[in-house]
């Protein structure tokens, strides 16, 4: 008998559950992207908009102004956002495109389950996909949101394919497994994953099993070796293409402890249940049907390729950064867990050796991972974040967090036991499959919707840093194009933030070579002692701290720099360096007073130690050495001590509110100045005093 085709109603109908709970998710994602007032996660942030705003501007990416090789499709996703006039309307557009990708991972997360579990199992499985605490991530802006979909999308199409082998099914998954790392470099592991999985779906097949039993023990060892020796020619390849694979894996015992953290981290997040249960269904080994071969398969694939990844990268980072819980990288193992417990609990047949086995598995990682709980917010481990609400909404302490975490796990293992002995009516597992399946997903949900709120703050605190409102300097020049020239500017989040909300600024320079990535920086040449810069750009503005002044007419001040219209060619009339940003001198500084001509003047020094009281604080020494002003020649050309005019030296005694110093001096010149005697402040630092130069002409 053939059964009757659906009509596009019944379709429709089918689909409205799903169409239902994307809608509702998307409006509560989508509402909290707005509560994040400005980038906070630097330089990625940032990177990933300079590089979209490359594509809306020229159709290729760009930083600063600067073309640059292709990183990712996000770039050409996000591009459209930056057509908007204003940045804050592109940022808050950018989010919600976000929101939209990252949300519609729900229907490729159904679709995969719903080749293994019923409709509203599968439903389940696809809303708790877009449950998880890392759909903040909507809020930021990098390629973890279309990574996100992309990643479920290519594991429902390799699913489909291996249980379905068609030309259609196979050509789709190659293609959407192939394409991935051009998404995010990091879903390049999808394709040993997708081999993996398929590979396990042949091996654990009825024919594969009748030939394998035939096979003597030597065969056997020699798969075993061949095996191996695949394992031991990949690392070699690997290491000797990837800097990042070979310093990773040299450290393995870091890799196996940080790789398990962020195991851990996921555990918490998906709320403990999803893991155990995913573990204790993968365990067991059931291979019963093709679905529970396709689905062992996908998991073990899945699990080794994003777990071996993220194990690397964090033994990595920990070598060049710091040591994180690499939570971040294993979010797209999320409805693989979502999908094999709801496996186990649909199908039944659960194991206790295996029950057993995975509970002590994820005891271990709950035991082991760092719950960092009394932070505000981790970035790369959102999972976390529940723990962290608890913290400081209930005052949990570790101890309390982890007692929960484990009687939860308990709970797990004691329903496994109840189904196994089956004296629990059919009714009753039901029951208490949706409780947990509702519970499951208001556990992530509230652990999403912490790590939303949580994020304000950061977002807030970058946001604070620069004046109001952000996109002054745009305002001041129109948004054409500007040269931010500064000092001390290495890791300045205040920086960072200016230049997002600036789009004006595209050009990044520094007098002291601390302009930060991401994109080209410049530390100027001088074409003379006049000041005039090399290279000379096409523009007519420039921005600077009034340490460093620029010939020019001033048009906006604001948060300790100038905006300035300046003539052509462009010239800097002074810089001052070694001078901190709260204006302390430490033991040198060094001031520097162009001019196009020789020009008489006064030369004043003010030295104040008000601020550097105490009995046991000595008395400064200064000496500040007075030349001429010379360029050396190309390439360096830059400014040196010439003859020397004047050398004055003056102690300084602490408390001292100000001492001046007038040297009669000759532009263009370049001023020494060093100190000894110096006191430690409260922060570490070894400082003399505040000290500021200026120099007028005569007659002014």
């Not at 470099?185 to 394709?191: H, S």
């Not at 932070?375 to 005052?395: K, M, P, R, V």
């Not at 048009?555 to 001052?576: C, H, K, N, T």
């Amino acid at each position: 008998m053939i059964a009757p085709r659906r009509s596009a109603l019944d379709r429709l109908l089918a689909a409205y559950p799903l169409l239902v709970a994307y809608l509702v998710l998307l409006t509560l994602y989508a509402w909290q992207t707005t509560r994040i007032p400005s980038p906070w996660i630097f330089t990625d942030e940032l990177q990933w908009s300079l590089l979209s705003r490359g594509v809306a501007a020229t159709g290729h990416p760009q930083l600063r102004g600067h073309d640059v090789g292709f990183e990712s499709l996000y770039s050409y996703f996000l591009a459209p956002a930056w057509w908007a006039a204003s940045t804050g309307t592109g940022y808050t557009i950018a989010k919600y495109l976000n929101a939209a990708i990252m949300t519609a991972a729900l229907f490729p997360a159904y679709a995969l389950a719903r080749l293994f579990v019923t409709h509203r199992v599968a439903l389940l499985v696809g809303i708790g996909t877009v449950c998880v605490p890392s759909l903040a991530l909507t809020g930021v802006l990098m390629p973890e949101s279309l990574a996100y979909f992309w990643s479920v999308l290519a594991l429902w199409l390799v699913a489909r394919a291996i249980l379905r082998p068609k030309r259609t099914t196979l050509v789709a998954a190659a293609a959407a497994t192939l394409a991935a790392p051009l998404v995010r470099g990091q879903l390049e592991v999808l394709i040993p994953a997708a081999l993996i999985a398929a590979g396990i779906f042949v091996v654990t097949g009825a024919r594969a099993r009748g030939l394998i039993s035939k096979w003597t023990r030597a065969d056997r060892i020699s798969v075993a070796v061949l095996l191996l020796g695949i394992v031991i020619a990949g690392d070699v390849v690997l290491a000797h293409h990837s800097y990042e694979w070979f310093i990773g894996t040299h450290y393995w015992h870091r890799a196996l402890t940080y790789g398990l953290w962020a195991f851990g981290a996921l555990a918490v997040g998906l709320g403990v249940f999803p893991l155990f249960f995913a573990l204790t269904w993968a365990l067991g080994g059931r291979a019963d049907t093709p679905q529970d071969r396709a689905l062992a398969g996908l998991f073990w694939g899945a699990v080794v390729g994003f777990g071996v990844y993220t194990a690397v990268k964090a033994s990595y980072i920990a070598t060049t950064f710091s040591i994180r819980v690499e939570e971040r990288n294993l979010i797209y193992l999320s409805p693989i867990a979502f999908l094999c417990s709801a496996r186990l609990l649909a199908v039944g047949g659960a194991r206790l050796g295996p029950a057993l086995a995975a509970c002590a598995g994820t005891g271990y990682l709950l035991w082991a991972t760092p719950t960092h709980a009394y932070e505000h917010l981790y970035s790369d481990a959102f999972g976390l974040s529940i723990l962290q609400w608890l913290n400081q909404t209930w005052y949990w302490t570790n101890a309390e967090l982890q007692i929960l975490l484990f009687t939860i796990l308990a709970g797990g293992l004691l329903l496994v036991a109840v189904m196994r002995s089956g004296r629990a009516a059919s009714g009753a597992l039901n029951a208490i499959a949706i409780g947990l399946a509702v519970a499951t997903l208001g556990w992530n949900l509230t652990g999403e919707i912490s790590a939303a709120n949580q994020a304000r703050s950061p977002a807030q605190s970058e946001l604070a840093r620069i004046p109001s409102p952000p996109n002054w300097i745009d305002r001041a020049n129109g948004q054409e194009r500007a040269m931010f020239i500064g000092k001390a500017l290495s890791n300045s989040e205040a920086f960072w933030t200016l230049e997002f909300w600036n789009k004006s600024i595209q050009d990044v320079w520094s007098v002291d070579a601390s302009a930060p990535k991401p994109g080209p920086t410049v530390s100027p040449n001088f074409s003379g002692t006049d000041g005039e810069l090399d290279p000379q750009l096409p523009l007519h503005w420039v921005v600077a701290p009034p340490e460093i002044a620029i010939v020019g007419k001033v048009v906006e001040s604001a948060g300790g720099l100038d905006v300035y219209r300046v003539p052509r060619p462009i010239r800097m009339r002074s810089f001052v360096s070694g001078i901190t940003a709260d204006g302390w001198m430490q033991d040198t500084s060094t001031y520097v007073r162009f001019a196009p001509r020789h020009v008489r003047g006064t030369l004043a020094i003010s030295i104040s130690r008000e601020a550097a009281c105490g009995s046991t604080i000595p008395t400064a020494q200064f000496t500040f050495r007075v030349a001429s002003l010379r360029i050396t020649p190309e390439p360096d050309a830059q400014p040196v001590a010439g003859r020397e005019q004047a050398v004055k030296r003056i102690g300084v005694p602490p408390c001292k509110a100000n001492a001046v110093l007038h040297i009669p001096a000759t532009a263009p010149l370049r001023v020494l100045g060093t100190a000894t005697h110096l006191f430690q402040s409260g922060d570490g630092r070894r400082l003399a005093a505040f000290v500021s130069y200026s120099f007028a002409p005569a007659g002014q």
